[in-house]
Structure formats: C-alpha cells, structure tokens
C-alpha cells in the first residue's frame, strides 16, 4: 500500500464524527514535540481540519520525516528547537499542547537529564506562556505516573507506586512534578489545564530502531524477518495497547471539550500478557521467529490497564481498532513507501 493511503486512512480514523471541527479550523495551536509519534498525527490531523499549527521538536527522538510532508502546508509552521530553550514570544496561539518528551524507557535511562527538563523547564516555560495570554494548555502524562500500580485496571484516582530514585524516576518523576505544576498553574492563576495520562500506544511512526524500539515495533521488526523475539523478563508482565488513531481521538475530544483541570486516563483496556502480544504478532506477520527470554528491563511495572470510565463518561471516548486490526495496520506502514 501506498504510504500517502495510510497517511489518510489514520487521519480519516482519527477525525471521526466526534470531532468538533469548528473548534480546530477557528485556532492556532502551538505543540511541543509536534513532530514525535502521537504529536505529528495530532499537527496532521489539525492542519487537516484547517486549524493552524506551531510545531515546536528539535527532532531528538523523532525523525524529521515524520512531518516532511507537512512542511509545504500553509498551515503548518515548523519551530525546529529543544522546548527548553525555544523563544515562543513571537509566536501567537489560542490553545497549546505540551508533548516533548523522550518516551522509550531505554533511551530515557540513558538521557535522565534531557528527560526531566522538558517535564520541568518545559512545562514551565508552557505554562507561563499560556498564563500571559489566557488560554488553555493539555499536558501528554502518562501511564507511568502510576508506577508498579497496585490497582489494576487503574483509575485516574489511583496515586501510584512509584520509585523517585530509581532507573525510571526521570520519566515518572518529572511527568509528576509537572502534573503537580500543572495543577498549581490551575489553582493559583487559573490556566486552565487539561492532563491526559496515555497507556501504551502503537502504529505508524512508532520507532523500532535501537534505543528507540517498544515492544510492539521491535517485535513486528523482528518477526516480519523471521528473527528471534526477544521477551525482557519472562513475558508475564502485562499491558494494554491502543492504536494511535484511538489515542490521538482521544486527545483531540479532551482538547475540544469544556473540560478544564481534569485528568484523564487515554488507553485500551484490553490487558495482555507479553507473551500472548509476541504470538498476536508472529500470527499476523505469518513468522517463522523463536521467542527467546532475556532479563528483565530495570523496575519494569508488572501489570498495566486503564480503567477509562472517566473517558467514556465525559467524553464518549471508547478505544474502536482492535490489536490484530492495529497491527496488520502498523505492518502495512512498515512495508509501504
Ligand atoms: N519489552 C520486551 N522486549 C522488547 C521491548 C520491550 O520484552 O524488545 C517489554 C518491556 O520490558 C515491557 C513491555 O515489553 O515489559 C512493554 O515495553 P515498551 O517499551 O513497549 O513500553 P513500556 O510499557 O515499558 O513503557
């Protein structure tokens, strides 16, 4: 298949009947790590409605050809700096969207630093400039604010279980802290904010190189040329996968909504062991590959499920691409051109 197709075909899944486009096509949105894996499908998909886009990513864990072909559209506009250090005080926008970030747990142990500051330093930065101007800001948290969570499936009430100096602690931490500065920006000047807490996604873009590689892009790499799939631990630890035009949905009603200072789960809650994803993967790419065990990643949380009732009852938000669907999906982009 042609990659322009699947381009369109997530775009077309992503803006269903539920989007408000009114609200995206009357706006500029500036969006930091606008070029990153859910950042350049949210910047396509407004630039698509006709809202307008200040995409600020310094490329660091995403590649530039993620958004390549947005650069000739006139709605869109490139800012290629560190969210940390960018100057934003030309650019006017009515609504701002905070996702830079290094999310892959072996390329962020090895960057603890780079990891807090945009979480830290960025968000600050974000949050000051939308207290200025008045307007709203959603915040890319994650799932890992729970930790090892103890609850299981997890709702947003939960307060987590997770280690502050531990191998981890720079992605789980500073998505913390920043939540816990989000709020205080919403308690004490009133910006209006909205936190989303995304569960493990997967789909076109999502890297499987080196450091880079999750779970589902590495096994697809590996089983598509009949290579061993390697399982960290043994392959009991569970997680929840949502395709990405289910999670960008999801961001984009949040976004949408009247919600302020809300946080929201954003996952599938269909639980599954490691295992049982690496067969779901050699069924669908028709693989010959052996599973092979190594040790356990470092603090890797044993069990992970969204409980998205919160989602589903304020923002009629319910996951709809199913896990062989989403990667016979991811397959095609991987092998299109
Ligand atoms: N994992 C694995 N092999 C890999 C990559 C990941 O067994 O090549 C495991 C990882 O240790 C974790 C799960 O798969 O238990 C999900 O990892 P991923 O990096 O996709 O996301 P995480 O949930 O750790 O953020």
Same mark, same amino acid.
């Given at each position: 298949?042609? $990659? ?5 075909k997530t775009?077309?899944l992503?803006?269903?009947d539920g989007?408000?486009?009114n609200?995206? $096509?009357?706006k500029s949105?500036?969006?930091s790590g606008g070029?990153?894996? =859910?950042?350049s *499908? ?6 698509k409605?006709?809202? @307008?886009v200040?995409c600020?990513d310094? +490329? ?7 958004v390549?072909?947005?650069r000739?559209h006139?709605?869109f506009?490139?800012i ?11 650019i !006017?926008c ?7 970030s290094r999310?892959s ?10 990891s807090?500051l ?5 968000s /600050?930065k974000?949050?000051?400039?939308c ?8 915040f ?7 930790g090892?969570a ?7 009430s939960?307060?987590?279980?997770v280690n502050?100096v ?6 789980d931490?500073?998505k $913390?802290?920043?939540?816990a500065l +989000?709020m205080a920006?919403s308690r004490?000047?009133n910006v209006p904010?909205k936190i +989303?807490r995304? +569960?493990? @996604?997967y789909?076109?873009? &999502?890297r499987a190189d080196g450091?880079?590689g999750r779970?589902v892009?590495?096994f697809?790499?590996q089983?598509?040329?009949n ?23 999801g961001? &984009?009603?949040?976004? /949408?909504?009247?919600?302020v !200072?809300e ?9 599954m062991t490691? &295992? /049982?994803?690496?067969?779901a ?5 028709n693989?010959?590959s052996d ?8 603090d890797?949380?044993k069990?992970r499920?969204?409980?998205? $009732?919160?989602? !589903?009852e &304020? ?5 709809k691409?199913?896990l062989?669907t989403?990667? /016979?999906?991811? =397959?095609? *982009?991987?092998?299109?051109?």
């Amino acid at each position: 298949m042609r $990659r322009a197709d699947l381009i369109d075909k997530t775009l077309s899944l992503i803006l269903d009947d539920g989007i408000k486009t009114n609200f995206f $096509r009357s706006k500029s949105f500036l969006i930091s790590g606008g070029a990153g894996f =859910l950042g350049s *499908w949210i910047s396509e998909a407004i630039c698509k409605i006709g809202g @307008t886009v200040y995409c600020v990513d310094d +490329f660091s864990t995403s590649p530039a050809t993620n958004v390549d072909h947005l650069r000739q559209h006139p709605n869109f506009h490139l800012i290629h700096e560190n969210i940390v250090t960018a100057d934003l005080s030309a650019i !006017n926008c009515d609504f701002v969207f905070h996702l830079a970030s290094r999310p892959s747990p072996e390329d962020y142990q090895l960057h603890p630093v780079e990891s807090l500051l945009p979480n830290s330093t960025g968000s /600050q930065k974000l949050l000051s400039y939308c207290k200025e101007r008045g307007i709203p800001i959603a915040f890319a948290s994650t799932s890992e604010v729970y930790g090892d969570a103890r609850v299981i499936p997890t709702p947003e009430s939960y307060w987590g279980n997770v280690n502050p100096v531990g191998l981890r602690s720079c992605y789980d931490e500073g998505k $913390r802290y920043a939540e816990a500065l +989000f709020m205080a920006y919403s308690r004490q000047y009133n910006v209006p904010v909205k936190i +989303f807490r995304i +569960f493990n @996604t997967y789909g076109p873009r &999502l890297r499987a190189d080196g450091y880079y590689g999750r779970a589902v892009s590495r096994f697809l790499m590996q089983a598509s040329s009949n290579k061993d799939i390697t399982i960290f631990g043994d392959g009991k630890q569970t997680r929840s996968f949502c395709f990405v035009s289910d999670t960008v949905r999801g961001i &984009l009603y949040f976004a /949408q909504s009247t919600l302020v !200072n809300e946080v929201i789960n954003i996952g599938n809650p269909e639980e599954m062991t490691i &295992l /049982q994803l690496a067969q779901a993967i050699k069924e669908v790419t028709n693989s010959k590959s052996d599973v092979v065990f190594a040790p356990p990643a470092p603090d890797d949380p044993k069990r992970r499920c969204p409980d998205i $009732r919160k989602a !589903n009852e &304020l923002l009629s938000w319910t996951p709809k691409i199913d896990l062989k669907t989403g990667i /016979q999906m991811t =397959l095609d *982009w991987n092998t299109s051109s």
